[in-house]
């Protein structure tokens, strides 16, 4: 057995205990990725840039405290649901109402109960967000993501990329924001995650385009370079490469919308590649 599939194992088994099991669980889950763990928290609350319950202020002079904090990169809020348990049947009624007070957790996974738990932590860690002090927003603002996590089950990723604290939003996307302790057997979904840990405005959609646009950009200019070379410098010759070049990317937009049939310049152009 593979040290990530320990991992899953050992907590998937895990259940309905979040003060007991979080801080271990996102201890061991940074050992998985590789990434530094948690910082021991410390008097001065200035110096507690990355710390399990981190303290910030609440409504009418109470205190806040923040399951798992970084600055500049999340809050993590962390709960634990439970799954349907089909084992034998208590002794007593009494004895069914305790079990499912401690199995339930926040919610059996997969009800409506568990869905409005996970909600309510995501709008409690965005409070959070909200609430950060002066000192710790000034150097760029609020962290850009929220998790949400449900120890030994999932992790689900909020992104605000503007920094103001006013709404994240599921990250990459409404589809796959959850990300479920299976999935960390995949290494993009666990690049994802180092990334939020070591270099979250590296996730930035509008950072990526914009690098992938200058990459393609580079990459067309080199091409032209190299068909108006056999011109020996014509202006004429550079202008049919411009027209040529044009053409080409008009016709990966048709075939991208679905004007054209899918993949059919593609094999247009391996097929006169000579």
């Known amino acids: 057995m593979t040290t990530i599939d320990t991992f899953i194992a050992k907590w998937a088994a895990s259940g309905a205990a979040e003060r007991a099991n979080a801080q271990l669980f996102v201890a061991e889950l940074c050992t998985q990725l590789g990434v530094e763990a948690p910082q021991p928290k410390t008097p001065d609350e200035s110096a507690n840039a990355y710390v399990f319950e981190k303290t910030i202020p609440g409504a009418g002079g109470a205190k806040n405290f923040i399951d798992c904090y970084k600055r500049g990169h999340f809050v993590l809020e962390a709960k634990q649901g439970a799954d349907a348990d089909e084992s034998a049947a ?3 009624e009494a004895g069914e109402r305790r079990r499912a007070q401690r199995k339930s957790g926040h ?6 109960a568990w869905d409005t738990a996970m909600e309510k932590a995501r709008k409690q860690a965005e409070n959070y967000a909200r609430r950060l002090p002066h000192e710790e927003i000034a150097d760029g603002g609020r962290p850009p993501f929220l998790m949400v ?3 030994g089950h999932s992790i689900a990723l909020y992104a605000d990329w503007s920094r ?3 709404h994240y939003i599921p990250f990459p996307d409404p589809q796959q924001y959850r990300i ?3 999935g960390l057997r995949d290494e993009t979904v666990c690049e994802r995650l180092r990334l939020v840990w070591t270099d979250p405005l590296a996730l930035d959609p509008s950072r990526r385009s914009a690098r992938v646009t ?5 990459r067309l200019a080199r091409l032209a370079r190299s068909l108006e070379s056999a ?3 014509d202006p004429v010759g550079a202008e049919r490469v411009s027209g040529f070049l044009m053409r080409c990317l008009f016709t990966m937009f048709a075939e991208d919308v679905g004007l054209l049939p ?4 593609t094999r247009l152009l391996d097929a006169t590649r000579q």
């Open 107 to 112: 919610g059996r996974r997969g009800t409506a």
């Open 164 to 166: 103001a604290g006013g």
């Open 262 to 265: 899918e993949g059919g310049f």
């Open 149 to 151: 996590v449900d120890v």
């Open 90 to 92: 208590p002794l007593s």
């Open 231 to 233: 011109y020996g410098g």
């Open 180 to 182: 479920h302790l299976d």
């Open 214 to 218: 200058r990459q393609i950009a580079d």
